[in-house]
């Protein structure tokens, strides 16, 4: 078998005369192949559902359940796809979730929580941010501030859904950094007020918001008014460029090496 540096018909001088045009053409194919490697842009996640709520504080009228929480009501606009871009309405109880101290089994069971939800998110994703519209109920008034969700404990998960009492959860899960959520504000005369966003960046398809106390104390429950996720923006790592150019150099060599050959 001969060797590749000294083949007769192919020389390291015709290699070399020739690595120019190779290393040029591979860098041409390079930044083709690189413009249609997949890239997502940050967004707001679509599709969320809820897997699990400890309780919900809904007599006949106004109900707050946990589905308020995802679907959009109290905001505008309704379906924000980026953070920051959206406000929620103070002005309608039945746009919050708020949990029911009466039946809510972490507070029946004495597991030091008040209350939880767990979010579906449809499918594994590398989330950046996530934004919060806390409980504000009430035109202006204060009080229905007080019933936000203040201290809170997260926990993410690819494959185990957390359901359950906090104190019996056994699968495998991450528990985030962000453990206190920002009081609401009153809004404006209109009543809007912004979300507050939180960078923290995790993979996980579930996400279970503990709540373990409110600003004050009540009766009812503790709850929030909207949540939204953002996905984090994918762009291939510089070690895919490095790794793709190489590759199309050596297939230049090898064309040149057979083109050689046939001559």
């Not at 940050?42 to 679907?71: K, Q």
């Amino acid at each position: 078998m001969r060797s590749f540096f000294t083949c007769t018909d192919f020389t390291c001088a015709d290699l070399i005369a020739h690595a120019p045009r190779c290393i040029a053409i591979a860098f041409i194919f390079t930044l083709t192949a690189i413009s249609a490697l997949p890239q997502t842009q940050a967004a707001v996640i679509a599709g969320v559902t809820i897997s699990s709520v400890s309780s919900e504080f809904a007599p006949p009228t106004p109900t707050r359940n946990a589905v308020d929480t995802i679907n959009g009501s109290g905001l505008t606009p309704m379906f924000p796809t980026t953070l920051g871009t959206a406000t929620h309405s103070n002005a309608t109880a039945n746009d919050f979730w708020q949990s029911n101290f009466a039946s809510d089994p972490e507070v029946v069971n004495g597991t030091g929580k008040i209350g939880h939800i767990v979010y579906d998110l449809g499918a594994v994703y590398n989330v950046s941010r996530f934004e919060v519209w806390n409980y504000s109920e009430g035109l202006g008034g204060a009080g229905g501030a007080e019933a936000g969700v203040q201290n809170v404990q997260i926990r993410v998960s690819e494959t185990y859904n957390m359901t359950g009492l906090s104190n019996t959860l056994v699968g495998p899960m991450t528990t985030l950094t962000t453990n206190q959520f920002v009081k609401a504000p009153l809004g404006d005369i209109n009543g809007q007020y912004p979300g507050t966003i939180y960078t923290e960046a995790f993979t996980a398809r579930y996400v279970r918001l503990d709540t373990i106390t409110r600003f004050s104390l009540g009766s009812n429950g503790a709850g929030f008014a909207e949540i939204r996720f953002e996905q984090a923006e994918v762009v291939p790592e510089p070690s895919t460029y490095a790794l793709s150019l190489i590759g199309l150099v050596g297939l230049g060599i090898v064309a040149l090496r057979k083109k050689y050959r046939r001559a």
